[in-house]
């Protein structure tokens, strides 16, 4: 099996991880700039010393003119994606809205041939609808909400549709981000890359949070306790996306990195004993024939 694909599972596993997490810290009652914020300010200082520390061994590795530019546009696509999600809340019909944002892996298909004339092949783009029909069976509204019922140039349709497109947007030029470190070694070029990033989102956040909403800055260090590892396995997860981002085709990670969900509904059922209905079951067959499609057809 090649590296990226352990990377993709490693990835999902971790973000699963954070999403458990998560769950927790949404009990404290910090606000929803306070949790994103969360999952960078705890991440950004222990990624810098190991940056410092690596690259001070290692050596520096020289980029482009480019790297920094790709690492805004993915560092900010990736915050106003998730504010589009955020808005997907206050929507009644906030499962539609959902539905479509999962075509952020059919959308970074599309972004990735035209940003980087990067394109997959065609059996493997076919494993990727598979999964995507898989997703629209996980969700857990869609078939009691007919994407008809509210029409289909709503609100939720947009800021789906929207974060799924900006969520594309932020994966590819990560991954043009890390093409832009003239270094052979994908880790250096992942640790350089995500670095850059995460102390842009932090600065940026923080900035904003520091003029609009100091009160809760004190909630992210009140709860320091569960927040901290927040930031710990959304970096590990972020590095793994990263690494992987480094050596193959955008849209090939987030396939196989689909799988993200079924780890999700594992931790619900085991940990906030959910239960699985059969059109979730016939959901996670969906996503796992997509995902082992996406393997060994790439």
């Not at 690492?71 to 999600?85: D, E, K, N, P, R």
């Not at 470190?181 to 994908?186: F, P, Q, T």
């Not at 709860?223 to 193959?248: P, Y």
Request: charged share 10%; aromatic share 16%.
């Amino acid at each position: 099996m090649e590296i990226w694909v352990l990377l993709s599972l490693g990835a999902a596993i971790f973000q699963t991880l954070r999403f458990v997490l998560q769950k927790f810290l949404s009990d404290t009652g910090l606000g929803v700039d306070g949790a994103t914020f969360s999952r960078f300010i705890y991440s950004a200082p222990i990624l810098l010393v190991i940056a410092l520390i690596w690259f001070g061994y290692f050596g520096y590795p020289t980029v482009n003119n480019n790297f920094l530019i790709f690492c805004v546009i993915g560092g900010i696509s990736q915050i106003f994606a998730t504010l589009c999600v955020i808005a997907l809340f206050k929507q009644r019909n906030f499962a539609v809205g959902m539905a479509f944002k999962k075509t952020e892996t059919l959308q970074i298909a599309l972004v990735s041939f035209i940003v980087l004339g990067e394109k997959v092949s065609t059996t493997a783009f076919y494993a990727i609808c598979i999964g995507f029909v898989g997703l629209i069976l996980l969700s857990k509204e869609a078939y009691k909400k007919s994407f008809f019922k509210y029409g289909i140039f709503n609100r939720s349709v947009l800021l789906g549709l929207l974060s799924g497109f900006l969520f594309a947007i932020s994966g590819v030029y990560y991954r043009a981000s890390t093409l832009c470190v003239l270094d052979e070694n994908s880790i250096n070029r992942a640790i350089l890359t995500l670095t850059c990033v995460l102390v842009f989102q932090v600065t940026m956040m923080g900035g904003w949070l520091l003029i609009f909403n100091r009160r809760e800055l004190i909630a992210v260090w009140k709860v320091r306790n569960i927040a901290v590892w927040v930031g710990l396995t959304s970096l590990v997860g972020s590095f793994f996306w990263f690494w992987a981002f480094s050596l193959v085709n955008a849209a090939l990670v987030k396939a196989v990195g689909q799988i993200e969900l079924l780890f999700s509904i594992l931790a619900s059922t085991v940990l906030f004993k959910e239960k699985i209905t059969l059109r979730e079951l016939f959901g996670i067959f969906t996503i796992m024939l997509s995902v082992l499609g996406v393997i060994a057809l790439s």
